[in-house]
């Protein structure tokens, strides 16, 4: 499935037979989603734009919809969404940055967080604006992150004041992002086309 | 013993009881005369044996070198951070931190790194911070997100950061000068920023000590000032009546601080609103806003600190680069290169590069030889081989020599070993000669080539067609080399394994044995010590063909051969 080439012309023609085992999408035309990224199970699965899914990425609305709001990127190895045998929708908020092998099963990320390499983010979990996980950390099952929360050192977390005191570094954190996402546009090739019946 | 057999451990010579070594040759300490027979199973065996890549080597003095007989020197101290090498003058001073811009992070100890922000004109900054021009610079956390914003503080240059930083720290924690009413309360509160207490201390003392004048020399440190050192010396030059009457004077006896001024910090009833207020914010803030020991000793600065706003950048710890030293001769064994950027030795003598390394392998396998090391599934794990009581093994004993010159090998060991459990060591051929080392290509190349069967002749062939043997097996043999490489030669090692029970106690009933027997940890384990004497020739000054001067040296062995069966 992941192998096809996106082109145009195969898209017409097996349009019948292509999104049978990908969810329902809306996915927005500025989003970027490579063809080695994965769509799976069969709730809904929206992608709003400026969205970047790296190659190998996964989107899992097996047990939910999934929400990616503006501006976020899901790298790859990355899972997002619930498995199958547990209820629950996740929504990511814009300018979420969800690092390589990461998994968020949370209900809901907020802005401008960033999900650090190989964290874990379980099950009914909130997660506030602006918050850091650093790589390997875990948030457990329905537990909540406030807002510029920074989570680091095996579980330890710490109020951000920088951030929260400060526009200007929330600016510059949201600009990075856009700017990654613009640079990342030009690098990853765009297969969408697969995921739009 | 930890380590898997069949296992080799080296004697250090340092631990044993007649002390260290001084003799130059090794042939002064016969093994049946000078020493007694190392004991594996002694209590104090397990402080000399060391596995050959744990110990270094002496050529000056020609003995192995443990970690114990090693003397560690620093060669230099240098920043991880910057790689800065820091004269070794400047450390003290310096609190053997770093005094560029290497800061760690206080709450999470990764090194902090100089950020670039934009201007900013929110209500934070105090005046007075010296900012100038549109650029303002931060220490940044990549990994936590601290930055020095947290405490109030930015940089207007990117360099020279601890001076900023100092500055900074300066400006928050100076009170004004005590001019007004409540002065003593201001120094009461600067007491408590230890720089101050210090400072002041110090100077209280110094003019103590001025005062007291000579008595100040029973100080074994008055010497080191070179003040002092003036004033003794002029002492025995000229003096003026007055001076010589001053001198001979009673001196005052030496008084310690006693009030604020002089640095003393005192707990005033005062003090208990402080108190309160600190437990106050405690309780509304929580343990996570604590900070922790571990945090508040990351610096000086934060010593005082008791919330994580309080904390201050970690200057970065310098390292330092060691060398080690034989006690013996002082000779240096291993001296890194002292160019902080390098990782290389400039000398490094290794036990390894040496001394013969002795091997052990059972010379009928089992099973597969399985290095524990690679043993992936947890039902292949490893099992200490078990030795069946009573019934003689053989192994193969391969000793392999890593210096570039043809050795003479001498084994001695002891026909029974030593310990409750005795077990019959015969070596079969206890004198030999090992090859050179040479280039690994050459090993490689010829290794087909040059391994010689042991005189191949017509009397084994008979020997094999009469007792029926296939042509290509060996059968060990008294006296000859079981297999010969270029560097490595192997003989045959027959241990009859003693019994854990007393061969006398057959008639016994089997709780008596238990009375007889006094089970001690590990006494089933096989450790067989072996004395290796080596000799060989070296020319001296290094010319081919010159003087050739010997060498000899002598080392104790323990190998593990495994567990005995109950």
């Known amino acids: ?197 | 013993m930890a380590a898997p057999f069949p296992y080799t451990h080296y004697a250090c010579p340092c631990s044993s009881s007649s002390g260290p070594v001084i003799s130059k040759r090794a042939s002064q300490l016969e093994p049946d005369e000078d020493q007694e027979t190392f004991n594996p199973h002694d209590p104090r065996a397990a402080y000399s044996l060391y596995p050959l890549d744990h110990l270094l080597f002496c050529d000056e003095c020609s003995q192995i070198r443990c970690p114990k007989c090693v003397n560690d020197e620093i060669i230099n101290w240098f920043c991880p951070s910057c790689l800065f090498e820091v004269p070794s003058s400047a450390v003290r001073s310096e609190n053997n931190r770093c005094s560029r811009n290497c800061y760690n992070c206080p709450s999470c100890s990764s090194p902090l790194h100089v950020t670039q922000v934009e201007k900013q004109d929110d209500g934070m900054l105090k005046p007075g911070d010296g900012r100038t021009g549109d650029e303002a610079y931060l220490l940044f956390c990549q990994y936590c997100d601290w930055t020095t914003l947290d405490i109030g503080v930015q940089f207007s240059r990117p360099t020279k950061i601890t001076e900023q930083l100092n500055k900074a720290r300066k400006a928050r924690y100076t009170v004004q000068q005590p001019d007004s009413e409540d002065a003593d309360k201001t120094v009461s509160k600067q007491l408590r920023n230890h720089d101050d207490a210090f400072d002041r201390l110090s100077v209280f003392y110094t003019e103590q000590m001025d005062e007291t004048g000579e008595s100040g020399n029973s100080w074994g440190s008055a010497y080191g000032s070179p003040a002092n050192l003036a004033r003794i010396m002029s002492l025995y030059g000229g003096l003026t009546h007055g001076a010589l009457k001053k001198s001979r004077e009673k001196p005052q006896p030496m008084r310690e601080a006693a009030g604020e001024e002089e640095g003393l910090a005192t707990y005033s009833p005062s003090d208990q609103d402080m108190d309160e207020e600190t437990l106050q914010k405690m309780q509304t803030r929580g343990w996570d806003e604590t900070a922790s020991e571990e945090q508040a000793l990351s610096t000086p600065a934060n010593y005082g600190a008791r919330f994580k706003d309080e904390l201050w950048p970690a200057a970065t710890t310098l390292r330092t680069k060691r060398g080690k030293r034989c006690r013996t001769c002082r000779q240096f064994i291993i001296r890194p290169e002292p160019k902080s950027g390098s990782a290389r030795y400039r000398i490094r003598i290794i036990a390894h590069n040496n001394i013969p390394r002795l091997s052990l392998r059972p010379l009928h396998p089992i099973g597969p030889v399985q290095n524990p090391s690679f043993v992936m599934k947890s039902d292949h794990a490893y099992k200490d081989p078990i030795l069946q009581p009573l019934s003689a093994q053989q192994f193969v004993l391969t000793l392999r020599n890593p210096i570039f010159e043809t050795v003479k090998i001498s084994l001695a060991t002891p026909a029974t070993t030593p310990g409750r459990v005795a077990s019959r060591v015969t070596i079969l051929c206890p004198s030999f000669e090992i090859g050179p080392a040479g280039d690994v290509w050459d090993e490689a190349l010829s290794s087909s080539t040059s391994t010689i069967r042991p005189s191949d002749g017509g009397r084994s062939a008979a020997m094999a067609s009469l007792t029926g043997t296939a042509e290509g097996e060996k059968q060990p043999e008294a006296g000859k080399i079981w297999e010969k490489t270029r560097n490595s030669t192997s003989v045959i090692l027959e241990i009859v394994p003693g019994s854990l029970r007393p061969t006398s106690s057959i008639g016994l009933r089997d709780d008596e044995v238990k009375e007889t027997v006094e089970e001690a940890e590990d006494d089933d384990v096989l450790e067989i010590p072996i004395y290796v004497r080596a000799e060989w020739t070296v020319d001296v000054h290094g010319e081919k063909g010159g003087e050739k001067e010997p060498k000899e040296l002598g080392y104790w062995c323990v190998l593990g051969v495994g567990r005995i069966a109950a």
């Open chain 1, 1 to 197: 499935m992941a192998a096809r080439p996106p082109t145009t012309k195969r898209t017409t023609t097996t349009s019948t037979s292509l999104p049978a085992a990908g969810p329902p999408c809306t996915i927005d035309p500025t989003a970027v989603i490579a063809d080695k990224a994965q769509l799976t199970g069969s709730h809904p699965v929206t992608i709003a734009e400026h969205v970047v899914l790296h190659p190998y990425a996964r989107i899992r609305a097996e047990g939910g919809s999934v929400t990616i709001g503006p501006y976020c990127i899901v790298s790859e190895g990355a899972v997002v969404g619930l498995p199958e045998g547990q209820q629950g929708d996740v929504v990511l908020e814009r300018w979420v940055n969800v690092e390589s092998g990461a998994e968020v099963l949370a209900k809901q990320v907020g802005e401008g967080t960033e999900v650090g390499i190989q964290a874990r983010i379980w099950e009914g979990a909130t997660v506030g604006r602006f918050c850091r996980l650093t790589p390997t950390e875990v948030v457990g099952a329905g537990e909540e992150v406030g807002d510029f929360t920074v989570v680091f050192g095996d579980g330890r977390r710490r109020v951000d004041k920088t951030i929260v005191e400060s526009e200007e570094v929330r600016n510059a954190r949201v600009k990075g992002m856009e700017k990654q996402v613009e640079a990342l546009r030009k690098l990853v090739p765009d297969g969408k086309a697969k995921w739009i019946s």
